[in-house]
């Protein structure tokens, strides 16, 4: 195996296709002494220009590549010029200088002017491919390093049925109404085994967080999107496996691995978690931006979400990040218990309440719609967006930073 076909067979197939149409701008000499063709499959759209290296750049040329590679003599003012006027127009498209020999010095003055990286002349084909794919690494990384991952809410319960994963649904709807980013939200139901938010959204679809869960090193954005099921209102759905999972079966590093990754790629991303605590689940509340324990206005919810908010913070989820949702609240004159009992009580602030609409919210997930989708009107709904509201003011979606 020559060193060439050795260089390719060790980059990863996304590495090579990377380094497609890298245009190399350098003096005849050098420009004629490779035989480009034999490149085609590492470079593929590689454009070679000789020119001196005084020359300017062509604009169309420059703007069609995703890398440049310019031979610049140092010791003249106008090579560096050209550098200089390259780096100005196109601050984004990386570039590799190519020269005879570079001292330390001289690859330190380079990189203040805007060079990415340094070859050496005449050109050697590996290293060529070798410092053309590092510098396309190196963009991809910094592209993501500059994405701000999603907020992430974690939606809890303080007793079975208080009415967490209708208000996860319907926040993650809310969050999804005002996306205008093309990212849209998430959905994750970590409710392995009693799961119902691909019910309560009618998201159909094969695909569950138990392929994402065992994928391993092959867990990537294109799994994540063959998984995900699209639903109204810009909402993706990452639903409960079908089959009961066992909950003891899911690695926490996994799961915090496949948190991050859909924050990557989405603007928000609510999760909804099993009744029974687990070191994972609590793992995935420490990722949390904000905790949202549902309760209710009744001895038994609040009872149930004190022992709860006392577990969270036996691990040092406390604070600020928890809040209280208050749920099936009524306007009723003669109250035992109103929201600032609740908030006392608990000793969290109150993001929000959220009105009784009987039967509408349940009738409406009957059928796998938000209840908005039923009444236009729906008070439950209106209560969920001023949540939401509340929520994206104080966090910015995920996105370009
Ligand atoms: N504000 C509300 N008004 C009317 N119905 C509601 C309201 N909140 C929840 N419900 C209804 O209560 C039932 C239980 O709600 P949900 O499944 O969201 O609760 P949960 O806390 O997720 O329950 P589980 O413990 O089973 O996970 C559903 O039928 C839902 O439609
Ligand atoms: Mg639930």
Redo the contacts with the bound molecule.
Sequence with gaps: MSTHEHLQFNLKESDVLVCANVLIVASPKHAEAIDWSESSDALPGLVVLPCENTAAVPQSAAEAASLIVLEIDPHNRRSMDRLGELKRKLPDVPVVAALPDASVALVRMLVREGVDDVVSLPFKFEELLETAADVMAQKRNKRHGDTRLAPLFAVV?S???????????HLASALGENDNSGRGVAIIDL?LQ?G?VAD?MAATGRGSIADLLGADERLDEELLRSVARPCADNVSVFAAPDAIMPLESVETDRLLHMLDLVRQHYSYVVL?L??NWTSWSLSALTAASSVLM?VELSVASLRQARRRLDLFASVGIEGDEVQLIV???ERRMFKTIDVGDAAQTLGRPVLGS????????????DQGLMAHQLNRKSK?QT?VRTLAATLSARFPAGGPA
Excluded: H, K, M, W
């Design positions: 319960r007793i079975g049925g208080c009415g967490a994963t209708s208000i996860a649904t409710d009693f119902a309560y909804d099993p009744a549902v749920n099936r609240t959220v009105t009784l609409e009987d039967p509408l919210v349940s009738t409406a997930q439950f209560d």
